[in-house]
């Protein structure tokens, strides 16, 4: 079966621009994850959606952060304005279901965003 | 709040050594327990992982045993081979479906 893809691969962009990233789960798969991996560091988890549902957003710094997932199958996340230690990977993973024994995570490639 | 540490890389080892990569975590209660891989350029993979207490996963030759006790979650390998070289990450989810808290990341060189 494909796997989760993302686009683009790699963006470059001057602080206070705006971007955007794009990600198709694989198909069939309820839950989306949107993943910020800063150098260095472990993924860290943005938003949590179920179907076309947020279910965690906690961590998504929302004056600059948003994500959407249109008709429950692909999303989309954006910054705006983007800062300088918004630099960083960003991956989607997308899994059956949020819980139980199919709920393991498959991730895309991932998007590096780099902010000058 | 919950959290997972491992140690701190680069590890370079030879082929065919011994890997150990270290990791403990801090929860209350017990969560499942994760070893996802991340090669050059590609997203990560779920390695093997293991769900209560003294059970071992598993996977390419790779295992690690869920250790209430020291709450640890050590990955080992008898033999490694070049293409073992990459990011290992170790990681814990609760089974609610809540989300899933990833370790730092160690990173291996494998030596032909």
């Known amino acids: 079966e494909a796997g989760v893809a993302q686009s683009p691969r790699y963006k470059i962009i001057e602080k206070r621009q705006s971007v955007a990233f794009w990600c198709n789960p694989i198909?069939?798969?309820?839950?989306l994850y949107w993943y910020q991996q800063i150098l260095g560091q472990g993924p860290k988890l943005l938003i949590q959606?179920?179907?076309?549902?947020?279910?965690?957003d906690s961590q998504l710094p929302k004056d600059r952060f948003s994500a959407e997932r249109l008709k429950g199958v692909d999303s989309t996340l954006k910054i705006q304005p983007a800062k300088l230690e918004d630099s960083a990977v960003y991956l989607c993973?997308?899994?059956?279901?949020?819980?139980?024994?199919?709920?393991?995570?498959?991730f895309g490639p991932g998007t590096r965003l780099t902010v000058l | 709040g919950d959290s997972v540490t491992q140690m701190e890389g680069p590890v370079t080892l030879s082929e065919e050594a011994f890997l150990t990569i270290n990791c403990t975590y801090t929860?209350?209660?017990?969560?499942?327990l994760f070893w996802y891989v991340q090669y050059p350029g590609e997203g990560l993979q779920l390695l093997l992982k293991?769900?209560?207490?003294?059970d071992k996963g598993s996977n390419k030759g790779f295992e690690a045993t869920y250790r209430k006790e020291t709450t640890s979650f050590h990955l080992e390998k008898g033999s490694v081979q070049v293409s073992d070289s990459a990011v290992y990450f170790c990681?814990?989810?609760?089974?609610?479906?809540?989300?899933?808290?990833f370790g730092a990341g160690t990173r291996l060189f494998v030596k032909a």
């Open positions: 993973a997308s899994s059956y279901t949020s819980s139980g024994p199919m709920n393991e995570q498959f």
């Open positions: 198909s069939g798969h309820a839950t």
């Open positions: 959606f179920q179907n076309n549902g947020v279910v965690d």
């Open positions: 929860a209350t209660g017990y969560p499942s």
């Open positions: 293991a769900t209560k207490a003294d």
């Open positions: 990681a814990l989810r609760w089974t609610g479906g809540f989300k899933t808290i």
